[in-house]
């Protein structure tokens, strides 16, 4: 699998967590466990969030 497909994958996975349990700090913890640095995971949320928000606009 290559890479972009590979966080393609834990993006959509973590969206689909992020909308059932829309808490900051578990989003960092589940993307945490997929073994991503800090750095990573903080851009994942970022990412995540940022999608939530075009599908559920506040």
């Known amino acids: 699998m290559?890479?972009?497909?590979?966080r393609s994958h834990r993006l959509n996975h973590l969206l689909k967590y992020y909308?059932?349990?829309?808490t900051e700090r578990e989003l960092f913890k589940?993307?945490?466990q997929m073994g991503v640095s800090d750095s990573t995971a903080k851009d994942y949320m970022r990412?995540?969030?940022?999608?939530?928000?075009?599908?559920?606009?506040q």
């Open 19 to 22: 909308l059932q349990n829309p």
């Open 2 to 6: 290559k890479s972009d497909e590979k």
């Open 30 to 32: 589940r993307a945490k």
């Open 47 to 57: 990412t995540v969030i940022i999608q939530a928000r075009k599908i559920y606009p």
